[in-house]
C-alpha cells in the first residue's frame, strides 16, 4: 500500500485544496441521495398508495406538515422537494466530475513530466545498465495503469463516502438491523479477499508481460534487417505468437477472475438481503417505513460495496505498475546529475581549451561490486587543437576513456585536468557544451536533414547550415535529394546510405563549432570510398579543434598527431602514427600488420577472380 499513499500525496499536494472540497461535495451529494430515499415515505403516503403513520415513529417528525395539507396540494408539494433534492444533487454530481477530471488529467500530465525529468536527469551509468525498452515500458504501459489505478483509487473515495454515509442513515432507522447486515457484509469481504490477491498476482504477469512484450517489439523492429536478410521472419513469428498466446491467457485469467467477483457478490447480497427481510418481519418485527428504507438503502448500497470490491481488486493490480514507476523514480533520482533541465543554457559558458585534458591516474569499473577495472591507472595528455587516436583490441577500454573525457561517466579514482585545472562536476555542462560526439552507428531522427542539424543549433542560419555541409563534404548529395535540406530521411535516416548518415551526423557535429570533436569509430562500417572523404574532414579542421578518434580502421588516424594504445584498461604504448608502426614488438605494430594482411589477401583474392574471368 505504500506505493499507492506515494502517488497520492503527489495528487495531494498536486491539486491542493481542491481535492478536499471535492470530497465534502461527495458527502454532500451522497447526503442528498439518503435524503430522496427518505421522501419516499411521505411520497407513498400522500399518493395513497399505502397509509403510513407519521405520528406512531419518532423518525418522520421532519416530514409531519405535509399531513397538514389536502393530497392535491401534498403530493405535488412532496413531487417538488424530490425533484429539487434530485436536481442539486445531479448539478453537484456534475460539477464534482468535471472538477475530478481536472484534477486526474493534471495528475496524468505532471506524472508523465516528472518521470521523463528524472529520466533525462539520471547520468549515463544509469543508461548502461538499464535496458532501454524497460525504461520505455515504465514510461507507457506502466504509467498508464498507474494513472488509471490512480483514477480508481479517486472513485473508491467516493464510494466509501456514499456507503458510510448510507450505513449511517440505516442505523438512524435500526440499529440492531443494519449491525447484522454489516457483520454479514465484511465476512462477506473476508471471502472476497482471495479475488484481490489473485488480482495482484496478475498484475505481477501483467507487468512482466509487458516489459517482455515490449522488449521484443523493440529488438525486433531494430534488427529487422538481419531478420529479413536471414530469412528468420517465420521463427520470430512463432516466438512472438508464444507471447501473445501468454498475454491473451493472462487477460482472460482477469476476466474470469473480474465476472466471478461479480457474480460472488451479487449472488452473496441477494441472499443477505432475502436474509434481511425475513429477519425484520419475523424477529425484530420492523415497522413498514423502517423496513421499506431499510430494504431501498441496501438495495443501492449492494451495488457500491460491488464496486468497492471492483475497486479494490484494480488497485491490487495496479501495485506492480505503481512499485515499477516509483522505483524507476529513485533509481534516476539516485543517479541525477546536473542538467540544463535544472539551469538556463544562456549561463553555461562552453570550455575552451588553451593547453590540453590531461588523465591522471584514472581508475573506473562499471560494478563498484567486481574488481575487474574498465580502466587502471591510466594517465595521458591530450594537446589542444591536435587530433588523438585511441586504438586499440575491441573491449580494451577505449569508449570508456572517451566517456570520460565528455564528462559522461567519472572515474572512480584520479583526475580529468582541463588546462592544468581539475575538472570538477559543477563544470559538466560547461564541458558538454564544448563537445560534439559522432557515433558509429550514426543517430538521426525520421524529420528533414534541416531539422535534424537544427537540434543542436535552432538559430543556425541557412548559410552555417550549408557550411556545415560543405565542410563534412555532404553539400552535392543534399542537392541531389528531391527537397534539398528540406528531404525527410525516414526512421534512422534509413532511406540515406551509410555514408552519407555518417558525413551528416558529423555536419550536425561541425554546426555546433565545438572545442572538442570525438569520433567514436566512425569509419569503421564505411567503405573506402566515404572513408577518405572522412579523412578529407579531418585533415581540413585539423588545427580548429580538438579531435580525439577511437578508430578500428589505422588507416584513417595516419595524419594524427598521437596515438594512444590501450589494451586490457592500460595503456600500453604512446606517440606518432610511424613510430608506433616500426615498434615492431608493440601491439600498434601487430594491429595495423593485421590489417595490412586482411587488406592484401582481400585484393589479391580480387585479382585472382578477375584474372580466372579474363
Not at 406538515?65 to 392535491?72: A, G, W
Not at 477530471?101 to 521523463?116: A, D, N, P, T
Not at 512482466?208 to 525486433?220: F, G, P
Not at 534512422?492 to 558525413?503: A, D, I, K, M
Amino acid at each position: 500500500m505504500k506505493h499507492i499513499f506515494y502517488f497520492y500525496k503527489r495528487l495531494e499536494a498536486l491539486s491542493g485544496k481542491i481535492l478536499y472540497i471535492n470530497l465534502l461535495g461527495i458527502v454532500i451529494v451522497s447526503f442528498l441521495q439518503g435524503m430522496e430515499i427518505f421522501m419516499l415515505i411521505p411520497l407513498i403516503s400522500v399518493s395513497g398508495v399505502m397509509n403510513m403513520d407519521f405520528g406512531s415513529s419518532n423518525f418522520w417528525p421532519m416530514f409531519k406538515f405535509v399531513e397538514q395539507f389536502p393530497q392535491s396540494v401534498g403530493l405535488p408539494l412532496v413531487l417538488g422537494i424530490f425533484l429539487f433534492l434530485v436536481l442539486c444533487q445531479n448539478l453537484l454530481q456534475r460539477t464534482i466530475n468535471r472538477q475530478n477530471s481536472k484534477i486526474h488529467q493534471g495528475f496524468i500530465l505532471h506524472l508523465r513530466l516528472e518521470v521523463y525529468r528524472a529520466v533525462l536527469q539520471a547520468n549515463w551509468g544509469f543508461f548502461i545498465k538499464k535496458r532501454k525498452s524497460d525504461i520505455i515500458n515504465s514510461l507507457t504501459t506502466e504509467l498508464g495503469r498507474v494513472t488509471g489505478g490512480m483514477a480508481v483509487f479517486l472513485r473508491l473515495h467516493t464510494n466509501l463516502i456514499f456507503t458510510l454515509i448510507q450505513v449511517g442513515l440505516a442505523l438512524w432507522l435500526s440499529v440492531k438491523l443494519t449491525v447484522f447486515v454489516l457483520i454479514c457484509g465484511f465476512g462477506i469481504a473476508l471471502l472476497n479477499r482471495r479475488f484481490v490477491k489473485k488480482a495482484k498476482v496478475l498484475g505481477k504477469l501483467t507487468s512482466k508481460l509487458s516489459q517482455s512484450y515490449l522488449a521484443a517489439i523493440t529488438d525486433q523492429l531494430n534488427g529487422i534487417k538481419e531478420i529479413k536478410s536471414n530469412t528468420l521472419e517465420e521463427s520470430r513469428l512463432t516466438w512472438f505468437e508464444n507471447l501473445t498466446r501468454k498475454m491473451e491467457e493472462e487477460q482472460n485469467e482477469y476476466v474470469k477472475l473480474r465476472t466471478n467477483s461479480e457474480f460472488s457478490s451479487k449472488i452473496s447480497s441477494a441472499v443477505l438481503i432475502a436474509f434481511c427481510i425475513l429477519l425484520s418481519v419475523k424477529a425484530l418485527h420492523a415497522q413498514p417505513q423502517q423496513l421499506i428504507l431499510i430494504i431501498l438503502i441496501f438495495s443501492r448500497l449492494w451495488p457500491r460495496f460491488a464496486g468497492i470490491q471492483a475497486d479494490v481488486e484494480h488497485i491490487a493490480s495496479s501495485i506492480p505498475a505503481l512499485k515499477a514507476v516509483a522505483e524507476l523514480e529513485k533509481e534516476c533520482k539516485e543517479a541525477q546529475e546536473l542538467t540544463v533541465i535544472e539551469t538556463s543554457s544562456n549561463t553555461i559558458k562552453p570550455v575552451r581549451i588553451e593547453q590540453g585534458l590531461e588523465c591522471r591516474n584514472l581508475y573506473f569499473r562499471y560494478n563498484q561490486k567486481e574488481s575487474m577495472y574498465a580502466l587502471q591507472d591510466v594517465s595521458l595528455e591530450i594537446p589542444a587543437k591536435g587530433m588523438t587516436a585511441i586504438v586499440g583490441r575491441s573491449g580494451a577500454g577505449k569508449s570508456t576513456l572517451v566517456d570520460i573525457l565528455m564528462g559522461l561517466i567519472q572515474p572512480e579514482k584520479g583526475q580529468l585536468l582541463i588546462d592544468g585545472k581539475p575538472f570538477s562536476s559543477d563544470k559538466l555542462l560547461s564541458l558538454r557544451s564544448s563537445v560534439s560526439y559522432v557515433p558509429q552507428d550514426p543517430f538521426l531522427f525520421n524529420a528533414t536533414i534541416r531539422e535534424n542539424l537544427l537540434l543542436v543549433k535552432p538559430d543556425a542560419t541557412e548559410q552555417e547550415l550549408w557550411q556545415a555541409l560543405d565542410i563534412s563534404v555532404s553539400t552535392e548529395f543534399v542537392r541531389l535529394l528531391p527537397q534539398g535540406l528540406d528531404t525527410i530521411i525516414g526512421d534512422r535516416g534509413v532511406r540515406l546510405s551509410g555514408g552519407e548518415r555518417q558525413r551528416l551526423v558529423l555536419a550536425r557535429a561541425l554546426l555546433r563549432k565545438p572545442c572538442i570533436l570525438v569520433l567514436d569509430e566512425a569509419t569503421s562500417s564505411l567503405d573506402s570510398e566515404n572513408e577518405t572523404k572522412i579523412q578529407e574532414v579531418l585533415d581540413r579542421i585539423k588545427g580548429e579543434m580538438t579531435i580525439i578518434v577511437i578508430a578500428h580502421r589505422l588507416s584513417t588516424i595516419r595524419n594524427a598527431d598521437q596515438v594512444i594504445v590501450i589494451d586490457k584498461g592500460k595503456v600500453i604504448q604512446k606517440g606518432g602514427f610511424s613510430q608506433l608502426a616500426q615498434e615492431k614488438r608493440g601491439l600498434f605494430s601487430k594491429l595495423l600488420g593485421h590489417q595490412v594482411e586482411s587488406v592484401f589477401n582481400t585484393e589479391g583474392h580480387a585479382q585472382a577472380l578477375v584474372t580466372e574471368r579474363v
